[in-house]
């Protein structure tokens, strides 16, 4: 069963790679044959300007599918009574706290942006999902469908021509990687979760509980002070990505309580057992599972080494900006390494970021957990 499992979700990344490298491929021919246009009649400089040029539009095209795509979930979930709550490209995000919107830097590794909103309530367990899920995707090939009627009568001017041909592979990509139902890494892309969400009421309502989660922690609202029913473990295994990201809430909760000895024994079991939590959630229990090592005075020893790996390394530096990552650097410093005035530089980060942090909430279970290492140094 778990060869099974496996085999699926490597098919699923295989799959994606290559409609990824079909699109870029396609993407590549018609700008090789745009550039082949304008060959003669140029100087070499002024090809040189048209390939920058080209770039640009590139990149201003994925950006652009990826707003309308995030913005295809907004308008579909606003349409079947969701509420706003974010709304991130890249590193900017816009949220809604206390009924008035702010701008903030935030950036979650693996994702080009995400649009959060509060879900309507759950009645008789259920809930409109597969219109909100499958919004983005519809976004992307209205864009690319309009794009590919404009190809023809725009071309006769390049960058026009250029522009659309660029917006329809980009969007039928987009479209197609998102739409078709894949597991990515263990990931369920959106058709996924249209598609087998209605099929488990327990994996519904745990999608229900973390966007219900999201709203609240933008409002201010601490993990610890939410209904302690939205984080009671699943029953049953964790081999369903939402029944799994369920049990990773519970452990979170109880670290926002700074019940460590209950977070360490929780983590333990969910770090060692096969289930289908992400790997961006492993490597962030790793960061609690070490900081409940280093403030109950437990050896940290074999916790330092995973912390040290490669792997994690490089994680920590790829979510350097993340306050979790920032405490645990700090704690690290202050109470395994003992290095004073590297501890001090991470907790002068840690405080920059926390002044500017989307969740004032987190931010302040982060820093009490800052202070208490700071106690027993």
Wanted: include cysteine; charged fraction near 20%.
């Amino acid at each position: 069963m778990k060869r099974e499992k496996k085999a699926k979700q490597d098919h699923g990344t295989v799959f994606s790679t290559l409609c990824m490298v079909l699109f870029g491929a396609a993407l590549g021919i018609f700008a090789g044959k745009d550039l082949f246009e304008i060959v003669e009649g140029v100087s070499f400089g002024e090809y040189l300007l048209h390939v920058a040029w080209l770039i640009v539009m590139m990149t201003a095209v994925f950006y652009l599918q990826t707003i309308l795509h995030e913005g295809g979930h907004l308008v579909c979930g606003l349409l079947t009574g969701y509420r706003f709550v974010s709304f991130r490209i890249g590193s900017w995000m816009v949220q809604r706290e206390n009924g008035r919107l702010r701008f903030h830097r935030y950036t979650l590794a693996g994702t080009a942006g995400q649009c959060l909103l509060a879900p309507p309530e759950l009645t008789n367990g259920k809930m409109p999902y597969k219109l909100y899920n499958l919004g983005g995707v519809l976004a992307n090939l209205l864009a690319a469908a309009l794009a590919g009627l404009l190809v023809v009568p725009c071309r006769n001017v390049w960058d026009a021509k250029v522009l659309f041909e660029m917006l329809c592979v980009v969007g039928l990509g987009t479209a197609l990687t998102n739409g078709i139902p894949l597991r990515v890494q263990g990931v369920a892309n959106d058709g996924a979760n249209a598609r087998d969400l209605g099929k488990d009421p327990a994996a519904l309502r745990a999608f229900w509980v973390q966007l219900s989660m999201n709203a609240r922690q933008a409002e201010g609202v601490p993990l610890r002070e939410m209904p302690e029913e939205w984080f009671a473990l699943p029953d049953g295994g964790l081999d369903n990505i939402m029944l799994a990201s369920q049990a990773v809430l519970h452990a979170n909760r109880l670290m926002s309580e700074q019940r460590f000895a209950e977070t360490a024994q929780c983590i333990d079991a969910l770090l060692q057992g096969d289930t289908a939590i992400l790997s961006l959630h492993r490597k962030l229990l790793l960061c609690d599972r070490l900081t409940c090592a280093l403030l109950t005075g437990e050896d940290a020893a074999p916790w330092l080494v995973r912390w040290n790996s490669k792997e994690m390394k490089a994680f920590r530096k790829q979510m350097r900006s993340f306050l979790s990552v920032q405490r645990t650097e700090y704690l690290a410093a202050l109470l395994a390494e003992r290095d004073a005035a590297k501890a001090e530089v991470f907790h002068r980060k840690f405080e920059q970021r926390a002044k500017t942090y989307p969740y004032a909430a987190e931010a302040a279970d982060e820093r009490a957990l800052v202070e208490l290492g700071a106690q027993m140094a």
